[in-house]
């Protein structure tokens, strides 16, 4: 694309940060773009972390070249997302931008405005966020008006699954572009401070990471936990959001040698990935998981639920067990703890597979593209 654009995004809670997969994916594409010459705004939330005050980050007006704007937030469960969004897209409609990218189905209901002016209208779903377990009548019915919306207002529609596009397609006759998620080949890390905090060498404990939201089946895995027959640890490493009450479940729910970290980032993060035994996703509801492409980067054994947004990014490189069957995932858990030669095949494959199929500069390039002519 020879003509650089003037691009505002909105729909992520702030960047630079891991609060969740849509803030990565939004960082990712947005200092990229800037490196190719183009101007990219980004409007951020206030308010605090989604894990907790302690992991707030020092604001600024730049990250790598992205202009950054605060906008006005309710900060209260099931408010914040919703305000945001509303001062983002006041903000966008009237500046002086070629094309606006929302993030995430519920910031698209505000596509209408940036529209009603004159400006090109990108919405990425991230998932359908309408289903996901912690939200009540009012925030459901919100998010599916906001796919609704994205469906009418948006010049283009980006979906990060092929599942999702089916679904687009029979629901609202509406085609959509499939542009995955992107992933760049880590440095791996020595056990360090896993070991100085929590005693964990490498392939002592099996992995999940994530947010500790129902949707991402936890419980499952703590259920299969309890009948494995292992001295490894289990590790689950992530904080909740906006659901405090699950993840207080899950602890009591927790039998032996499982630890909770919390929400980690750095240094910790990658010593995590670098050193898993195996990395579980045991999903009932994703949109594209960038925690899976991370694991998978990492050269990790993956065990995944056999939800179609886990298994078109692993195809045969990592192991499916049956969406919220304990049994079934307690027999592949024992399977791959009975049998490390297996978990060494996976391990060897895994990470020139996921990087080559998911490069963040050609995600950046299609995405450019779809600008250009939505």
Known sequence: MERKLNIAMFGHKRIPSR???????????????????????????????VSGAEFDGTTSGSYRGVRLKNVWTVNRRGLAAMTASVSAALHAAFGKYDVVHIHAEGPAFMAWLP????????????GLDWRRAKWGGFASWYIKSGEKCAVKYADGIIVLSEAVQT????????ETVFIPNGIVKPE?????????RWGLS????????????????????????????TDKKLVIAG?????ADYMNALKEQAGENVLFIGFQQGRVLEELYSNAYVYVLPSDLEGMPLSLLEAMSYGNCCLVSDIAECTQVVEDYAVAFARGNVGDLTEKLQDLLDHPEKVSQYKE?????????????????????LYGTA
Not at 21 to 49: D, F, K, P, W
């Open 19 to 49: 609060e969740g997969g849509i803030e990565i994916v939004v960082a990712e594409l947005s200092t990229r773009m800037v490196a190719l010459g183009h101007q990219v705004t980004c409007y951020n939330r206030t308010g605090h972390h």
């Open 115 to 126: 529209k009603l002016l004159g400006k090109r209208v990108v919405v990425t779903i991230h």
């Open 167 to 174: 679904y687009f397609r029979e629901t609202y006759q509406r």
């Open 188 to 196: 791996l890390r020595e056990a360090d401070e896993i070991v100085k």
């Open 202 to 229: 490498r392939g002592s404990y099996v992995l999940f990471l994530g947010r500790l939201v129902p949707e991402k089946g936890v419980h499952y895995l703590l259920e299969a936990w309890k009948s494995v027959a």
């Open 239 to 243: 904080g909740s959001s906006d659901t």
């Open 349 to 369: 494959t895994a990470s020139d597979f996921i990087c080559g199929k998911n490069n963040w500069d050609d995600v950046v390039d299609r995405t450019l593209r």
